[in-house]
């Protein structure tokens, strides 16, 4: 993510050949509104201290933490947004990383595993409503749902296992891909937040199946689920033949990959 210091007639100068800008689809479980209180909380402080940063530059790890605590305060806080942490400091500093949300503020860890992780971004074209998805899955959490509290339990497990393989010297790209299907299948048969939702019901289902049918090494709805988007990954090279397999399938699909980066400034003369 970056921070623009541009004119409005300075926006088109951007669309030059080689370069497709892509706005980032609002309501589907892609951190937009996270990436925005990030971008906004480093662009006050940097006005409003005088903060000196060259163009390209990256901010020091304390201030990533700062930009995304305060856009997590913000968010939660302020605009009563029944949010987590992960989305504000995936924003704030790009690049893999493990997050414990136990604490607030919470604690980070990058990973720099020695792989390619070609990512397939799936769009199924209905937006969700965040909030009464979250409401129902608070809900159940507070009654202490037995089959919500096991898949929770579950995906914590998932989530260690996938940290574990990716902090390994070598680690095993099909392995990652298995974790995030055995992490959709709780989220879909545990959590039931995937397809058949009844808050929100949504074709996720179909373009998970659609990218794993079409090769893909792991497939999961993205974000609070219950319609929005999803994420494949999927082996060096396949990208393309995943992204058709979920256009067919009735979604839209982005090729991307881990930022290098997250919240920096970039200048445009």
């Known amino acids: 993510m970056r921070i623009r210091f541009l004119r409005a007639d300075e926006v088109e100068g951007l669309r030059g050949p080689g370069r497709r800008l892509i706005d980032l689809p609002v309501k589907k479980g892609l951190s937009s509104s996270a990436a925005v209180c990030v971008a906004v909380a480093a662009a006050v402080d940097i006005i409003s201290s005088g903060l000196v940063k060259e163009a390209g530059s990256a901010f020091a790890a304390e201030e990533m933490e700062r930009y995304a605590d305060l856009a997590y305060r913000a968010e939660r806080g302020i605009l009563g947004i029944n949010c987590g942490q992960m989305d504000q400091y995936a924003a704030s500093f790009g690049r893999l990383l493990y997050v414990d949300c136990s604490t607030s503020p919470a604690k980070v860890k990058p990973l720099s595993p020695p792989i390619e992780l070609p ?84 074709n996720l289902d179909r373009l998970v199946g659609a990218a794993i049918d079409a090769g893909a090494l792991g497939a999961k709805l993205s974000g609070s689920g219950g319609g929005g988007a999803m994420v494949a990954l999927s082996e060096p090279g396949d990208q393309e033949v995943v992204a058709d397999a979920m256009r067919r399938a009735g979604g839209d699909a982005y090729i991307t990959e881990v930022a290098g980066r997250g919240v920096e400034v970039e200048r445009v003369e």
């Open 119 to 202: 990512i397939v971004i799936g769009d199924t074209g209905q937006e969700k409503d965040t909030p009464r998805i979250l409401a129902w899955l608070g809900k159940r959490f507070g009654e202490k749902e037995g089959g919500f509290m096991e898949g929770m339990m579950n995906i914590v497990r998932i989530v260690e296992e996938a940290r574990e393989e990716l902090e390994r010297a070598s680690p095993r790209r099909e392995r990652i891909g298995e974790l995030m299907n055995d992490n959709q299948f709780y989220l879909e048969r545990y959590l039931k937040v995937s397809g058949s939702c009844p808050v929100s019901p949504s």
